[in-house]
């Protein structure tokens, strides 16, 4: 896919964006911290690794689809459209100067031509225009939430609970999602340290296995598929949190008082204390 600096094109304009063909080829749309949670409830969401570094995104791949998220003539279909797919087709870019200098262009977009908002007020100064400049910073906040969501992920990894998303040929593809029954098996001790110092690694973890329900049965991990990074034993299972209440009651030491609530003080004139009778129904009735 060809990528061209945006002040090659800062003569032209920027229309709406009203179809989505382009989506099934890219295959994943990253996801911002702000909205993975509504994300889950329309979109398969899925871990894939982008270097060294886990990215949290939205699986766009009709192979792996529940059920399609773009019609054939192009319209979005799913319930929710990510940010990524919304700034389409602009990225930041690695140069910095300008401001229109730290925008790419994936080559080939219809919606950059000779009508619309324009690209860039002065090109020689390289101001952007409001509608241009208002993408720039939706791409920087993207990019800033991926980073938080992608630390959250890290801890996931190392846990050792994420697994590949099945292929079309039964082989494990790049996308990694949540196995619920190592998640599920991981000791108090690692659950809190994942907690430890924020509750997102949790969070996304409940968002991978919720969103789920949006991908084809036989796109789930198999369950022979083992994570790198396990513990060489087998996590101790989890048990009901009421049996560990019963079974630690006598370690609890509850301090019960025995004694009355109210001093019995014979001195006090407990119907002082009574609320006062209701009114007799015959009370308006008389002379």
């Not at 000779?114 to 208002?134: Q, R, V």
Request: hydrophobic share 45%; with cysteine; proline share 11%.
């Amino acid at each position: 896919m060809n990528v061209l600096p945006l002040a090659s094109l800062a003569e032209c304009r920027i229309g709406p964006l009203d179809r989505f063909g382009f989506a099934p080829g890219l295959g994943f749309a990253a996801l911002n911290d702000t909205e993975y949670l509504l994300s889950a409830h329309h979109l398969p969401l899925a871990v894939r690794m982008e270097g060294a570094a886990p990215r949290l995104g939205a699986v766009l791949d009709p192979a792996f689809l529940a059920r399609p998220q773009v019609d054939k003539e192009g319209r979005w279909q799913a319930a929710y459209l990510p940010i990524a797919l919304r700034l389409w087709p602009f990225a930041l870019s690695p140069r910095t100067g300008r401001p229109i200098d730290e925008i790419d262009v994936f080559a080939g977009s219809t919606r950059i031509g000779k009508s619309g908002a324009p690209i860039c007020l002065d090109p020689e100064a390289g101001t952007l225009s409001p509608d241009m400049a208002a993408i720039r910073n939706t791409l920087a906040m993207l990019r800033d939430g991926g980073a938080r969501l992608t630390k959250a992920l890290d801890l996931l990894r190392i846990a050792g609970v994420l697994a590949p998303l099945t292929g079309e040929g039964g082989e494990p593809s790049a996308f990694l999602s949540v196995d619920p029954t190592r998640f599920g098996a991981l000791r108090a001790e690692a659950v809190a340290a994942l907690g430890g110092a924020s509750f997102l690694p949790l969070d996304l973890a409940s968002a991978l296995l919720f969103s789920r329900r949006n991908l084809a049965p036989e796109r789930l991990p198999r369950a022979d598929a083992v994570p790198a990074g396990l513990p060489a034993e087998p996590a101790a299972p989890r048990g009901d949190p009421m049996d560990f209440m019963f079974a630690n009651l006598e370690v609890m030491d509850f301090a019960l008082d025995g004694s009355d609530l109210f001093d019995g003080d014979e001195g006090i004139d407990w119907q002082d204390l009574a609320p006062p009778p209701p009114p007799s129904p015959l009370e308006g009735l008389r002379p």
